[in-house]
């Protein structure tokens, strides 16, 4: 019986409390963001799809077609070509196929990039019914990119 | 018209729990042979979401296969990032600096608070209480967006590198920690542990219940928290010392009742310490580069190597064979939370159901590190 009050007692003191604390959190600023309209802030690090980056004079890639990023990628998601240079030595960059459905966005291709062709973008709102609209052509993005420059 | 059903004193059926169930969290199947409400006898079914972990690690280079470390145990990622920087650093002899090792022993302490307060906030909902999910959510979503800014990434991290971190912290990250630190203990007496801890309800379903013997965890190698409820001392952190740990001054945990209670006792504590860690860490913050001299291709010498550390869960080991090759020979990973499911079935023996699902909420099981 004396176990049955106690009981009673604690219980009716959790109660107590748990409502006290309910009330006094109650009046505390909102934390939460409402996402569609209030946009949070990105970092400097944010990790989106990767993309190229172009030359600030020519808006050309950066890249060299070393294949480097091809070779870091653990998941095969980069597939680039190249031919060669008709004014000088070294290659131009023709092809560059970002398979995003498979990407981890582990940051290898970026790291081993010696050449700042590479960085992440900072798309986040990607969705889509479709697969094929992840498979990016990340040249066509680059050129999209220097027209709005200009 | 129902017909009532009336079973046989002796009579016993077998109950599904899983493959999808909201007590599981995630894709675990328990087959209950049940006598009524009492479970005669409980044997976990694995292998829904096996994606073959070891072998990906074996056909890729030893930096491929960092990505999938942090898919493996997703609450406590960065553990598994350091577990397997670890053993391939022992392999390759990669010299780590120290400004670099402490920013490990931050972001990995971080992280564990992360985990913990994410097991409680799951914990709690499995016992049907929604309210301290939302809180401890709150104080969740400032520890991940602290590690965003240094990681970049928000849950599966892939941070450290062979032979140092991604990235270095910056003040600001320093004075966002140390707030934080001041916020959750400023929290934690009220919201955790008035609200919670000392509330009638959570008492009178989790104490007393669930009970495991140090014997058992001994025998089925449960490690972590659950060890450390059932009065086993045991710590990696503590009794075999990685990276800068011995340079910090905390406790182990340990309570000896062997109850959920004090595998939940267990894990506020262990918040607290992890906390301390922290602390000492910014305090003695090294100067210096963060990136050591690491080869781009690794070819590790041949033989074996293992190391070890601890996750939010118990200990994680890498066993890790080289025959001189880009690839890793083979891998093997010991993951907490399998040997701490193994001793479900002996000890969910003889339970009501309703006390068995507070039981493996007490385990803290996260899947996709069982079957990996």
Same mark, same amino acid.
């Given at each position: 019986? /004396?176990?049955?009050?106690?009981?009673? @007692?604690?219980?009716?003191?959790s109660l107590v409390?748990?409502?006290?604390?309910?009330?006094?959190?109650?009046?505390?600023?909102?934390?939460?963001?409402?996402?569609?309209?209030?946009?949070?802030? *990105?970092?400097?690090?944010?990790?989106?799809?990767?993309?190229?980056?172009?030359?600030?004079?020519?808006?050309?890639?950066?890249?060299? @077609?070393?294949?480097?990023?091809?070779?870091?990628?653990?998941?095969?998601?980069? /597939?680039?070509?190249?031919?060669?240079?008709?004014?000088?030595?070294?290659?131009?960059?023709?092809?560059?196929?970002?398979?995003?459905?498979?990407?981890?966005?582990?940051?290898?291709? @970026?790291? /081993?990039?010696?050449?700042?062709?590479?960085?992440?973008?900072?798309?986040?709102?990607?969705?889509?019914?479709?697969?094929?609209?992840?498979? *990016?052509?990340?040249?066509?993005?680059?050129?999209?990119?220097?027209?709005?420059?200009? | 018209?129902?017909?009532?059903?009336?079973?046989?004193?002796?009579?016993?059926?077998?109950?599904?729990?899983?493959?999808?169930?909201?007590?599981? +969290?995630?894709?675990?199947?328990?087959? #209950?042979?049940?006598?009524?409400?009492?479970?005669?006898? %409980?044997?976990?079914?694995?292998?829904?979401?096996?994606?073959?972990?070891?072998?990906?690690?074996? =056909?890729?280079?030893?930096?491929?296969?960092?990505? =999938?470390? $942090?898919?493996?145990?997703?609450?406590?990622?960065?553990?598994?990032?350091?577990?397997? $920087?670890?053993?391939?650093?022992?392999?390759?002899? !990669?010299?780590?600096?120290?400004?670099?090792?402490? !920013?490990?022993?931050?972001?990995?302490?971080?992280?564990?608070?992360?985990? +913990?307060?994410?097991?409680?906030?799951?914990?709690?909902?499995?016992?049907?209480?929604?309210?301290?999910?939302?809180? %401890?959510?709150?104080?969740?979503?400032? !520890?991940?967006? #602290?590690?965003?800014?240094?990681?970049?990434?928000?849950?599966?991290?892939?941070? #450290?590198?062979?032979?140092?971190?991604?990235?270095?912290?910056?003040?600001?990250?320093?004075?966002?920690?140390?707030?934080? !630190?001041?916020?959750?203990?400023?929290?934690?007496?009220?919201?955790?542990?008035?609200?919670?801890?000392?509330?009638?309800?959570?008492?009178?379903?989790?104490?007393?219940?669930?009970?495991?013997?140090?014997?058992?965890?001994?025998?089925?190698?449960?490690?972590?928290?659950?060890?450390?409820?059932?009065?086993?001392?045991?710590?990696?952190?503590? =009794?075999?010392?990685?990276?800068?740990?011995?340079?910090?001054?905390?406790?182990?945990?340990?309570?000896?009742?062997?109850?959920?209670?004090?595998?939940?006792?267990v894990r506020m504590?262990?918040?607290?310490?992890?906390?301390?860690?922290?602390?000492?860490?910014?305090?003695?913050?090294?100067?210096?580069?963060?990136?050591?001299?690491?080869?781009?291709?690794?070819?590790?010498?041949?033989?074996?190597?293992?190391?070890?550390?601890?996750? %939010?869960?118990?200990?994680?080991?890498?066993r890790l064979v080289?025959?001189?090759?880009?690839?890793?020979?083979?891998?093997?990973?010991?993951?907490?939370?399998?040997?701490?499911?193994?001793?479900?079935?002996?000890?969910?023996?003889?339970? #009501?159901? $309703?006390?068995?699902?507070?039981?493996?909420?007490?385990?803290?099981?996260?899947?996709?590190?069982?079957?990996?």
């Open positions: 019986m /004396s176990g049955y009050l106690s009981d009673i @007692v604690t219980g009716g003191k409390t748990g409502l006290a604390i309910t009330a006094r959190e109650f009046f505390r600023p909102v934390v939460t963001e409402q996402y569609p309209w209030e946009v949070p802030t *990105m970092t400097p690090l944010f990790r989106g799809h990767i993309e190229l980056i172009g030359n600030e004079e020519t808006g050309e890639p950066n890249c060299v @077609v070393c294949g480097m990023c091809q070779r870091a990628c653990p998941s095969v998601c980069i /597939s680039l070509d190249g031919k060669k240079n008709e004014s000088g030595k070294g290659k131009v960059l023709t092809r560059y196929i970002l398979d995003f459905t498979k990407c981890s966005l582990c940051g290898s291709c @970026v790291e /081993s990039c010696n050449f700042n062709a590479l960085r992440f973008s900072r798309d986040y709102n990607l969705a889509s019914f479709d697969k094929n609209d992840f498979t *990016m052509d990340l040249m066509k993005r680059l050129e999209e990119q220097n027209r709005c420059k200009r | 018209m129902t017909v009532p059903v009336h079973l046989r004193h002796d009579e016993t059926f077998v109950l599904n729990l899983g493959p999808q169930h909201p007590a599981t +969290h995630g894709v675990l199947r328990v087959k #209950l042979t049940m006598d009524g409400e009492y479970i005669v006898k %409980a044997e976990p079914v694995l292998g829904y979401i096996h994606r073959m972990h070891e072998k990906m690690a074996e =056909n890729g280079t030893f930096a491929q296969f960092m990505p =999938n470390t $942090a898919r493996m145990d997703y609450l406590h990622a960065l553990a598994f990032n350091h577990g397997w $920087a670890l053993v391939v650093e022992k392999a390759a002899g !990669i010299e780590v600096p120290e400004r670099a090792e402490y !920013i490990r022993v931050i972001t990995v302490e971080l992280n564990r608070i992360a985990s +913990h307060l994410l097991w409680w906030a799951a914990f709690l909902l499995d016992l049907g209480g929604f309210t301290p999910l939302l809180y %401890a959510f709150d104080d969740r979503e400032k !520890i991940i967006d #602290l590690l965003e800014r240094v990681t970049g990434s928000r849950l599966t991290y892939c941070y #450290l590198r062979f032979g140092g971190v991604y990235n270095d912290i910056d003040d600001e990250f320093v004075a966002g920690t140390r707030d934080f !630190i001041k916020r959750l203990r400023g929290r934690m007496p009220r919201l955790y542990h008035d609200l919670v801890t000392h509330n009638i309800i959570l008492i009178k379903r989790i104490k007393d219940i669930g009970f495991v013997t140090a014997e058992q965890c001994r025998r089925y190698g449960a490690t972590g928290p659950v060890a450390r409820g059932s009065g086993i001392d045991y710590d990696i952190r503590k =009794n075999e010392p990685y990276s800068v740990y011995p340079e910090f001054d905390f406790d182990v945990p340990v309570f000896t009742e062997g109850d959920s209670m004090a595998r939940y006792m504590h262990e918040m607290e310490q992890s906390m301390r860690i922290i602390e000492q860490a910014l305090d003695k913050l090294p100067g210096g580069p963060v990136m050591g001299k690491a080869p781009k291709v690794l070819k590790p010498e041949a033989g074996y190597y293992y190391s070890a550390v601890e996750t %939010a869960r118990g200990s994680l080991g890498h080289c025959n001189g090759d880009k690839n890793p020979y083979k891998l093997k990973l010991r993951s907490p939370t399998f040997s701490n499911l193994s001793l479900f079935g002996e000890v969910a023996e003889g339970m #009501l159901l $309703a006390d068995a699902l507070a039981f493996m909420g007490s385990l803290d099981l996260v899947i996709p590190e069982i079957d990996r």
